[in-house]
């Protein structure tokens, strides 16, 4: 039972001073330190067949300043995806560049950048990658508050403050009842 | 709709009908509703019966359809579009997004009222329209030319001022060509 997973998740573990645990078949993860990341990448990579970079994800955990790092590579030859998962610390975000390992990583890396102002030293592109003329915080942290920001930019038509039952409305306008068969949706 | 003939002149009377038999749209899908248009041109809804028609260039459109939300990249291009329409020009916002944000109503990156912008012809609600509600659509703007009062190119030249006014306050580098009309 999951002996492939075990193998993966020992070898790495007695590479490197990573904790880590099988989540399920075919599912392992490691959680290192951010400055040990691209050296694991760089490992599984070439010793381990782990080819292929699925994606680099970014979580804003507000609540420990922290941004969350994960990158998932995933094997071709026993079909495993491994998740190397890293802290990094929110109020200063910089992270080792991968893109020498896999170019592709240059895309994820400047969305990041752009999204949400984690730096990588050495990333080659330029500064604006989706966004135009973006002056403000990064929009995809969690403390931007994008609500407050659309109203204050675009400013919206009035009418979208009464979040009444839109049938509730009808039929007063109307002079009609709700039957009862869909009073069960109303809001109350 | 009743076409008003008793207060057009003949000429213009002609002019108008048969400028609203030949509307081409501008092949322009901005949100997710230009998914519509190919269902609203082919054989089913056929819109083509009723003048309706593609066309590969600003300077050959009358019809602008903006089909759904429009981010601010796009409406940057979406103003080039339409300032390189020749007269008449002839706007159509396409579902709720344009009217008043829609779902979208609090992107960071979306634009809530279209008519801030651009002026508008026509209005077609739904999330998405079908294409029964697009040639309904389509059908009004005809009638509206008909009446003689499709005329927002000019009033958009007039009004320039508060649209470009209302533009930069988006579009913050401002980088766009002037024309002379």
Not at chain 1, 56 to 74: A, G, M, N, P
Not at chain 2, 80 to 105: L, W
């Amino acid at each position: 039972m999951l002996e492939q997973e075990q193998a993966l998740l020992s070898q790495v573990t007695s590479a490197f001073p990573v904790k880590g645990k099988v989540m399920r078949n075919r599912r392992v993860e490691v959680w290192a330190e951010s400055t040990t990341v691209s050296s694991i990448l760089m490992y599984v990579k070439n010793q381990m067949g782990y080819q292929h970079l699925n994606h680099i994800t970014c979580i804003d955990r507000i609540e420990d300043t922290k941004f969350q790092l994960v990158y998932t590579v995933f094997s071709h030859q026993t079909k495993m995806t491994l998740f190397v998962k890293t802290f990094i610390d929110r109020n200063a975000p910089v992270m080792d560049n991968i893109d020498h390992i896999w170019d592709q990583a240059n895309t994820y890396e400047r969305e990041l950048r752009e999204m949400y102002g984690i730096q990588f030293p050495g990333l080659v592109g330029a500064q604006e990658f989706i966004l135009e003329d973006w002056d403000e915080m990064p929009p995809m942290r969690r403390d931007f508050k994008t609500e407050e920001y659309s109203e204050k930019t675009f400013s919206s038509l009035p009418g979208r403050e009464n979040t009444q039952d839109v049938r509730e409305t009808i039929s007063t306008r109307s002079g009609e009842e709700i039957p009862d068969f869909a009073k069960k949706y109303s809001r109350d | 709709m009743e076409t008003k003939k008793d207060s057009q002149t003949i000429a213009e009377y002609i002019k108008n009908w048969s400028r609203k038999h030949s509307l081409f749209v501008m092949a322009y899908g901005t949100g997710c509703g230009a998914i519509e248009i190919p269902a609203t041109m082919t054989s089913r809804y056929d819109a083509e019966r009723l003048g309706i028609r593609g066309a590969a260039t600003p300077r050959q459109a009358d019809v602008l359809l903006i089909t759904g939300y429009l981010a601010t990249k796009t409406l940057k291009r979406v103003i080039r579009v339409y300032e390189q329409m020749q007269d008449p020009k002839y706007v159509i916002a396409f579902g709720s997004c344009t009217i008043n944000g829609g779902m979208y109503y609090d992107s960071y990156n979306t634009i809530n009222v279209l008519e801030k912008y651009i002026p508008v012809d026509v209005y077609i609600n739904g999330c998405m329209p079908r294409p029964e509600a697009v040639i309904a659509g389509f059908k009004q703007l005809q009638d509206k030319i008909a009446r003689g009062d499709a005329d927002n190119g000019t009033r958009y030249k007039e009004n320039l001022d508060w649209y470009r006014a209302n533009q930069q306050q988006v579009i913050k580098n401002w980088r766009m060509p002037d024309y002379n009309w």
